[in-house]
């Protein structure tokens, strides 16, 4: 993964959404001045993916409040991120607001440094990025442990803060006071 406090890759992507049915294309410069969270997944159609993606789009008007775009990333193309909004399939994602890139090339995943080597496919990683570009949190997991959308939220405002945030820190409460 990359390091924190690195200025992240650029990247240019073709997305689609419930609500696009032509692939629109989208680099890191259409995030400047908000906070953006890459989030890498393998596959779609799998078994975990799915819950992720569901619980991630569920928290999108959290994110919004914080001033932050969400990015689903796998290396899944275009076509097959279609098939997986508009299927009749358990696994299926369904109509969501949550925006899907094609990584196809696999340009993006092999930048940030989440290309699982063996299987083609990203690692199920998660990038926080500020509104200039840097590189603010980073977390891979294994591909069987879906992530925690609450932790995320309670990261990107623990990051928002500017303060010196404990272990388990939530909004609201007091930061720690640096002292020398």
Same mark, same amino acid.
């Given at each position: 993964?990359?390091?924190?406090? !690195?200025? #992240?890759?650029?990247?240019?992507?073709?997305?689609?959404?419930?609500?696009?049915?032509? %692939?629109?294309?989208? !680099?890191?410069?259409?995030? /400047?001045? /908000?906070?953006?969270?890459?989030?890498? @997944? %393998?596959?779609?159609?799998?078994?975990?993916? %799915? !819950?992720?993606?569901?619980?991630?789009?569920? @928290?999108?008007?959290?994110?919004?409040?914080? &001033?932050?775009?969400?990015?689903?990333?796998?290396?899944?193309?275009?076509?097959? =991120? *279609?098939?997986?909004? /508009?299927?009749? =399939?358990?696994?299926?994602?369904?109509?969501?607001?949550?925006?899907?890139?094609?990584?196809? /090339?696999?340009?993006?995943?092999?930048?940030?440094?989440?290309?699982?080597? &063996?299987?083609?496919? #990203? =690692?199920?990683?998660? @990038?926080?990025?500020?509104?200039?570009?840097?590189?603010? @949190?980073?977390?891979?997991?294994?591909?069987?442990?879906? *992530?925690?959308?609450?932790?995320?939220?309670?990261?990107?405002?623990?990051? +928002?803060?500017?303060?010196?945030? %404990?272990?388990?820190?939530?909004?609201?409460?007091?930061?720690?006071? +640096?002292?020398?």
């Amino acid at each position: 993964m990359l390091n924190i406090g !690195t200025i #992240a890759p650029d990247f240019k992507v073709d997305t689609v959404s419930s609500y696009s049915s032509l %692939p629109i294309p989208s !680099t890191l410069d259409n995030y /400047k001045g /908000k906070w953006l969270i890459l989030f890498f @997944y %393998p596959y779609d159609f799998s078994i975990v993916c %799915p !819950t992720e993606i569901r619980v991630m789009n569920s @928290y999108l008007p959290e994110f919004e409040n914080l &001033n932050t775009d969400v990015l689903a990333i796998s290396t899944d193309s275009i076509f097959t =991120h *279609r098939a997986w909004l /508009k299927a009749d =399939h358990p696994n299926a994602i369904g109509a969501i607001d949550l925006t899907l890139a094609s990584d196809y /090339k696999k340009e993006v995943t092999q930048a940030y440094d989440v290309l699982d080597q &063996n299987t083609g496919a #990203a =690692h199920r990683a998660l @990038y926080i990025i500020n509104p200039d570009g840097v590189i603010q @949190y980073a977390a891979m997991t294994n591909g069987n442990v879906g *992530r925690s959308a609450a932790e995320t939220v309670r990261v990107l405002q623990a990051l +928002q803060s500017g303060g010196m945030c %404990p272990m388990d820190w939530t909004l609201g409460e007091k930061t720690i006071e +640096q002292e020398f």
